[in-house]
């Protein structure tokens, strides 16, 4: 297939629509509003259905519906926007509905600004929801990733009925690159049988819920749940590792974070400083297998994030103390530079504690 040159809300919207998502409820917001605007002129044209909401609650919750109706259906926002939907998103995890929810991330708190940011990861992974509750999270650091994994959140979704996040700085929403949509990896997807369609008096009323009075019950629910997040441990990790096993240094970044980091590294290797890259593209299930490859050559493992340094705390937790984890970032819609990162992979390679 052909390549073709998109910027990346819309590319994110064609993938979508290539992965037979019929329904999108949003609400604008910058740096995603392209992506609402392609909807609602490109879903119609295939049977599908675009609202624009009245507000960020209401859309999550017409997500909510159309999800139990057994529909492929996305929603989309930024930071803001998608703290608004977390109520909604907790109940959608609850309720074990199938759902594809994209943050394209500005700087925060608050309205904060409408530059670029990865200040929602603690959002992302940790959900500003209630009850114990997980959700996919893809962090693609290119538009061809992000279509890839756009298109394959749709089948994750239905495979464990478990709402799937992507998560992009406002770069990935505005850049323009060349993509093509491909086929994701088949999988075995059951059918809806748990659906709300109508009985058409052959069987018994499903029941869309997320309430449990008995506390028992809900235990019961929830243990199920935590059992159904190990399977997608066990089997839906996504990382990029690049030497990690010969490296002087070791830097972990996600997302466009990670593009800069490899010119960085590149800078380095030409002074003879050895670097490795872990890039978790699942943030959430996070890549802690690989730190395990983490030798006693390495003297320290550097974070670099678009934010004051939220997934370093999944970093310490995946080294368990085994190498001294340092941190460089910038955020409010800074950008890090190749040659602020290099200086700091230069003092780590030094021995600078």
Same mark, same amino acid.
């Given at each position: 297939?052909?390549?073709?040159?998109?910027?990346?809300?819309?590319?994110?919207?064609?993938?979508?629509?290539?992965?037979?998502?019929?329904?999108?409820?949003?609400?604008?917001?910058?740096?995603?509003?392209?992506?609402?605007?392609?909807?609602?002129?490109?879903?119609?044209?295939?049977?599908?259905?675009?609202?624009?909401?009245?507000?960020?609650?209401?859309?999550?919750?017409? *997500?909510?519906?159309?999800?139990?109706?057994?529909?492929?259906?996305?929603?989309?926002?930024?930071?803001?926007?998608?703290?608004?939907?977390?109520?909604?998103?907790?109940?959608?995890?609850?309720?074990?509905?199938?759902?594809?929810?994209?943050?394209?991330?500005?700087?925060?708190?608050?309205?904060?600004?409408?530059?670029?940011?990865?200040?929602?990861?603690?959002?992302?992974?940790?959900?500003?929801?209630?009850?114990?509750?997980?959700?996919? %999270?893809?962090?693609?650091?290119?538009?061809?990733?992000?279509?890839?994994?756009?298109?394959?959140?749709?089948?994750?979704?239905?495979?464990?009925?478990?709402?799937?996040?992507?998560?992009?700085?406002?770069?990935?929403?505005?850049?323009?690159?060349?993509?093509?949509?491909?086929?994701?990896?088949?999988?075995?997807?059951?059918?809806?049988?748990?659906?709300?369609?109508?009985?058409?008096?052959?069987?018994?009323?499903?029941?869309?819920?997320?309430?449990?009075?008995?506390?028992?019950?809900?235990?019961?629910?929830?243990?199920?749940?935590?059992?159904?997040?190990?399977?997608?441990?066990?089997?839906? %990790?996504?990382?990029?590792?690049?030497?990690?096993?010969?490296?002087? %240094?070791?830097? *972990?970044?996600?997302?466009?974070?990670?593009?800069?980091?490899?010119?960085?590294?590149?800078?380095?290797?030409?002074?003879?400083?050895?670097?490795?890259? @872990?890039?978790?593209?699942?943030?959430?299930? /996070?890549?802690?297998?690989? /730190?395990?490859? @983490?030798?006693?050559?390495?003297?320290?493992?550097?974070?670099?994030?678009?934010?004051?340094?939220?997934?370093?705390?999944?970093?310490?937790? !995946?080294?368990?103390?085994?190498?001294?984890?340092? /941190?460089?970032?910038?955020?409010?819609?800074?950008?890090?530079?190749?040659?602020?990162?290099?200086?700091?992979?230069?003092?780590? !390679?030094?021995?600078?504690?």
């Amino acid at each position: 297939m052909a390549k073709v040159l998109m910027k990346g809300n819309e590319a994110i919207g064609a993938a979508a629509i290539k992965a037979g998502c019929n329904y999108f409820f949003g609400y604008p917001i910058t740096p995603q509003s392209e992506l609402p605007e392609y909807m609602a002129r490109e879903l119609p044209k295939v049977g599908g259905v675009f609202l624009q909401s009245e507000s960020e609650v209401s859309a999550i919750n017409m *997500v909510y519906g159309a999800a139990g109706a057994g529909a492929r259906v996305m929603t989309g926002s930024s930071s803001p926007g998608i703290a608004l939907k977390q109520e909604g998103i907790s109940y959608i995890a609850g309720a074990e509905l199938p759902c594809v929810i994209v943050n394209i991330v500005r700087g925060g708190p608050g309205l904060g600004g409408i530059q670029p940011a990865q200040s929602d990861y603690y959002q992302a992974t940790r959900g500003g929801g209630n009850g114990d509750y997980r959700h996919v %999270v893809y962090a693609p650091a290119s538009l061809q990733e992000m279509v890839d994994y756009v298109i394959e959140s749709f089948d994750v979704a239905d495979q464990y009925r478990i709402p799937v996040m992507i998560i992009g700085d406002g770069m990935i929403g505005q850049m323009m690159e060349p993509v093509e949509f491909n086929d994701p990896k088949p999988r075995n997807l059951a059918a809806k049988d748990w659906a709300t369609v109508g009985t058409k008096n052959e069987r018994e009323h499903n029941v869309i819920n997320s309430l449990f009075i008995d506390p028992q019950e809900l235990e019961d629910h929830v243990i199920r749940l935590e059992k159904k997040h190990e399977e997608i441990k066990k089997n839906e %990790v996504r990382v990029e590792e690049v030497n990690v096993e010969d490296a002087d %240094v070791v830097v *972990v970044a996600y997302g466009t974070t990670s593009r800069i980091v490899k010119n960085a590294m590149a800078k380095c290797e030409e002074e003879g400083i050895k670097v490795g890259l @872990i890039r978790p593209i699942t943030l959430w299930p /996070f890549p802690d297998g690989s /730190f395990d490859k @983490i030798t006693d050559k390495t003297k320290g493992v550097l974070t670099v994030e678009m934010s004051t340094g939220q997934m370093i705390d999944d970093v310490k937790i !995946a080294l368990n103390g085994r190498k001294p984890v340092h /941190f460089y970032g910038r955020t409010g819609g800074m950008v890090p530079t190749p040659d602020a990162i290099a200086d700091e992979i230069r003092k780590i !390679a030094g021995g600078e504690k």
